[in-house]
């Protein structure tokens, strides 16, 4: 009988936990709707976006608006020593590809020829401080970098994009 009655005792605390908690929760819903709603609005006024951070995706350039220019010299680079104790070569085509249609391609894209020893330095610096297997395992990695510095070094993004092309490694 009595385990009985303490199961009767059970279910009826059970019932008024669960009514208890279904009060609680519909009396915060108001207040959780409020604050959201100023969240967003501030968001709004802020311009940013919830649900996290996201970079601006970079715009698509027409193919009639690229024009591109080729570092002369194919680079030999000596990268920085790996694991396995081998000294290892980086050799590469680097083309860029420059955005006719940027305000600093007028001031830049003339006269980009005359500083391939400049870009061919920055090229060298970053492919240099990576290892073998840092490059096979991020190759994208590597030339949003070296883009990254050359548009730093020119204080501009004229500059659209890196390519590589006949690339070996040893």
Same mark, same amino acid.
């Given at each position: 009988?009595?385990?009985?009655?303490?199961?009767?005792?059970?279910?009826?605390?059970?019932?008024v936990?669960?009514?208890?908690?279904?009060?609680?929760?519909?009396?915060?819903m108001?207040?959780?709707?409020?604050?959201?709603?100023?969240?967003?609005? &501030?968001?709004?006024?802020?311009n &940013?976006?919830?649900g996290?951070?996201?970079?601006?995706?970079?715009?698509?350039?027409?193919?009639?608006?690229?024009?591109?220019?080729?570092?002369?010299?194919?680079?030999?680079?000596?990268?920085?020593?790996?694991?396995?104790?081998?000294?290892?070569?980086?050799?590469?085509?680097?083309?860029?590809?420059?955005?006719?249609?940027?305000?600093?391609?007028?001031?830049?894209?003339?006269?980009?020829?005359?500083?391939?020893?400049i870009?061919?330095?920055?090229?060298?610096?970053?492919?240099?401080?990576?290892?073998?297997?840092?490059?096979?395992?991020?190759?994208?990695?590597?030339?949003?970098?070296?883009?990254?510095?050359?548009?730093?070094?020119?204080?501009?993004?004229?500059?659209?994009?890196?390519?590589?092309?006949?690339?070996?490694?040893?």
């Open positions: 009988m009595k385990k009985n009655l303490i199961s009767v005792l059970i279910l009826a605390l059970l019932v936990n669960l009514v208890l908690t279904s009060i609680m929760m519909f009396s915060t108001g207040a959780v709707k409020k604050t959201g709603a100023l969240v967003t609005s &501030i968001a709004t006024v802020l &940013i976006e919830i996290g951070e996201e970079e601006a995706a970079p715009t698509e350039i027409k193919l009639a608006d690229l024009e591109t220019h080729d570092i002369p010299d194919e680079l030999m680079v000596p990268l920085r020593r790996s694991e396995d104790g081998k000294d290892h070569y980086y050799i590469v085509q680097v083309s860029l590809m420059l955005n006719k249609q940027h305000p600093d391609y007028e001031t830049y894209g003339p006269t980009i020829a005359s500083q391939d020893s870009i061919k330095s920055i090229i060298i610096e970053v492919i240099g401080s990576h290892t073998l297997d840092e490059i096979q395992a991020d190759p994208e990695g590597l030339r949003d970098e070296i883009l990254k510095k050359i548009q730093d070094a020119y204080s501009s993004e004229f500059i659209y994009k890196i390519a590589f092309s006949n690339i070996m490694y040893q």
